[in-house]
């Protein structure tokens, strides 16, 4: 079949064409940016935390609603945690400030050296005086887990006291070190100048992500430190249960907790699955919605293209009848509209391929988003013309089904 005639025939009607290749410009250059997009933030929704199992594991909070003075919130915290301890399908207990995907959390700055002016990252800080390594089943990959001796008991409302060893990330000590080979042993400021704080590295945690869990590798910088911290109105512990039994564990542990303190407390759970929930609750939002205007889009622009086709079968009957009556073939007539709309949809592809990257650089530029790759683009423009070649085959069909004595007579 001969394209020039097909395009000599476009070229007197440009409008409805040039309509339809916009559309299909405008849905490709949206549709790969929002599959790329789309794709980057289920990644990173799909990070591990370095929680191992986190479906087994929750959180309890605890506040009494008279909490004391130091010597009785010492010995609630203590008190607390051999109840919990002690629920039947427990498996370990750890008192701490903070969660991880909480979205709330303490973070402080370190350095490598006291005399330095700027810090060397913004790491997380978690505190405790249990093991969060066995609660949380995180890895260790270099050095040991604290001991019950690292833990000092500080009153933070009338003490400077500060821990003096500390875990810390593989991804905080390359921040802090880039050149060491190991991370264990060596001195850590938290701060800077006369004031800083000076912890001594004695083990690296492959990975823990900080309570806001950001993107790349600030989203997994994170220090522990050993202390049982007074001052607060409020205890926090995370648990991990026994396979199967962390339901019923949850509402035993707060039971016990209740019975500790006869009722006079406000106890709060939640599962470490929920925290995964609504710290990526924006995220997952933001993908069903990109999914739901790319959608949108296709069956807008095969809507134009079924229109467009409809439109055309109408105004060439006699010209089709006449066709078939010299001799065209079914199939030719269907070839003839295919050809048509793959010409248009493929203009459409080249100015949504340059659209695309055009809008990629944007983001880029503006938003810090990673760089569109090559197979988003491929992916969209085949969807394309798969799109094009479905919409325009059911007008093309009726096109090719015209009778050559209808098509005349009605003429």
């Avoid at 990109?290 to 079968?313: E, K, N, R, Y």
């Amino acid at each position: 079949m001969e394209i020039k005639p097909i395009f000599s025939a476009l070229m007197r009607s440009k409008t409805g064409p040039i309509l339809v290749a916009v559309q299909v410009a405008l849905s490709l250059a949206i549709l790969a940016n929002a599959m790329h997009i789309v794709s980057v933030r289920q990644a990173v929704a799909a990070r591990p935390t370095g929680i191992a199992n986190e479906e087994e594991v929750f959180n309890l909070r605890v506040k009494p609603l008279k909490p004391g003075g130091h010597e009785e919130q010492l010995a609630n915290q203590k008190m607390q945690a051999a109840a919990l301890r002690a629920v039947p399908g427990i498996v370990s207990v750890a008192d701490t400030n903070q969660i991880t995907l909480s979205n709330s959390g303490n973070y402080t700055s370190v350095a490598a050296s006291r005399e330095q002016e700027r810090s060397n990252a913004s790491p997380s800080l978690y505190v405790t005086p249990d093991s969060l390594v066995k609660t949380w089943g995180l890895k260790i990959i270099d050095g040991r887990d604290f001991t019950p001796q690292d833990a000092p008991e500080i009153d933070q409302n009338t003490s400077k006291a500060f821990p003096i060893v500390a875990l810390i990330t593989k991804a905080t000590g390359q921040k802090v070190w880039p050149d060491a080979p190991s991370f264990v042993g060596k001195k850590l400021y938290y701060g800077t100048g006369a004031d800083a704080r000076e912890v001594t590295v004695v083990g690296v945690i492959d990975t823990l992500q900080t309570p806001s869990a950001a993107m790349g590798q600030d989203g997994e910088m994170s220090t522990m430190v050993p202390a049982r911290i007074t001052g607060s109105s409020r205890s926090l512990y995370t648990l991990r249960a026994e396979p199967g039994q962390r339901d019923r564990a949850m509402k035993d542990a707060e039971e016990a907790i209740r019975k500790l303190h006869n009722g006079q407390v406000v106890v709060r759970t939640t599962t470490q699955s929920e925290e995964r929930v609504k710290r990526y609750r924006a995220d997952n939002a933001l993908c069903w919605m990109l999914i739901t205007v790319s959608v949108l889009l296709m069956v807008v622009t095969a809507s134009g293209i079924v229109g467009m086709a409809s439109l055309w079968v109408t105004q060439r009957r006699k010209q089709i009848g006449v066709r078939r009556a010299l001799g065209a073939r079914k199939l030719d007539i269907l070839r003839y509209f295919v050809t048509e709309n793959l010409m248009i949809t493929t203009t459409g592809i080249v100015g949504g391929l340059l659209g695309a990257l055009a809008l990629n650089q944007l983001l880029v530029s503006k938003l810090e988003l990673a760089r569109l790759p090559a197979e988003y683009m491929v992916v969209g423009a085949l969807a394309s013309w798969a799109l094009g070649i479905a919409a325009v085959y059911g007008p093309a069909w009726r096109a090719a089904s015209i009778s050559p004595a209808l098509a005349t007579r009605s003429a």
